[in-house]
């Protein structure tokens, strides 16, 4: 089983390497992009055979513990497979 | 004699530095103490060392947190221990939950090598009571400084007079321009609620030999120096 956790900036936190990448963009001529956030994306491979229910309790508590710190960021997750 | 203890993670890279300073300047008696163990040998001190510990992997300092040392680190702190994390070690003692915020890319995100002035906020604390200079002198090196907290926390940070020291000119004026990295109220420094923990963007250990431009760093191992004999004779 697969599943990944997406873990971004608060949105209350400046994020400076987006702001960068965004001028970037703006100067390739990409003026519709309002604004870039950068973020993580972890992919986590668990054994076979365990109930989703099980994986996903483990995903959010690592995610919460480990994989972002929540004073500046969020985390999303999705069982894929 | 004071006892110090310099933490070793791999990646560290002022774990000497902070030796030479503990053991050749102030005279301590030092050892290092290895991020595997859980033995903090008896010391009375312990400093978390600048650097890159486990390559500033997922976040700065994250990794770290959760060595097995570091839980002993929790328990002496909370027992009331004094513990100094600079730099690298500012950020470890946040991602452990010994110091409240984070710290953010610097804001222009370029990594900052300067020598900086500090002032002093308060000298009534076990790491700044033989500060006899208002502003210290000394160098910041770092990619990931920008102190960052909610307006609650600082909020109490503030109330709680657990900022040390904040970047200022030479005089000790606090203003954005004196600011090298964007840290919310310039802070530079911070404390605990109990004021045994510090953690510290500048590096006191690169500054506390004449020889090395300044020695205002000094003051701040001095201090705790201070601190622990008098709490050996009570």
Known sequence: ??????????????????????????????????????????????????????????????????????????FEYEVVE | MIKCGVVVFPGSNCDHDAYHVSKHVMDFETVFLWHKDEDLKGCDF?????????????????????????????????????????????????ESGLLTGSLLRNKN??????????????????????????????PIAHHDGCYFIDKDGLRKLEENGQVLFRYSSSRGEVDREFNPNGSLNNIAGITNKEGNVLGMMPHPERASETVLGSFDGKMIFKSVLNFLEKKIKE
Request: aromatic fraction near 10%; hydrophobic fraction near 40%.
């Open chain 2, 109 to 138: 995100l370029k990594f900052i090598c300067k020598f900086v002035d500090i002032r002093v906020e308060n000298t009534d604390t076990p790491f700044t009571n033989s500060c006899t200079k208002k502003v210290l002198r000394i």
């Open chain 1, 1 to 74: 089983m697969i599943a990944k956790v997406y873990v971004n900036f608060k949105k209350t936190i400046l994020d400076p390497q987006g702001r960068t990448i965004r001028k970037t963009l703006e100067s390739l001529g990409y003026k519709d992009v309002l604004e870039v956030r950068q973020g993580k994306v972890f992919t986590l491979k668990f054994k076979d055979n365990l109930p989703k229910e099980k994986v996903e309790e483990m995903v959010k508590k690592l995610g919460k513990d480990v994989l972002s710190n929540p004073v500046i960021e969020d």
């Open chain 2, 46 to 94: 312990i400093i978390i060392p600048g650097g890159f510990s486990y390559g500033d992997y997922l976040r700065c300092g994250a990794i770290a947190s959760f060595s097995p040392i570091m839980k002993s680190i929790k328990k002496f702190a909370n027992d009331g221990g004094l513990v100094l994390g600079i730099c690298n070690g500012f950020q470890i003692l946040l």
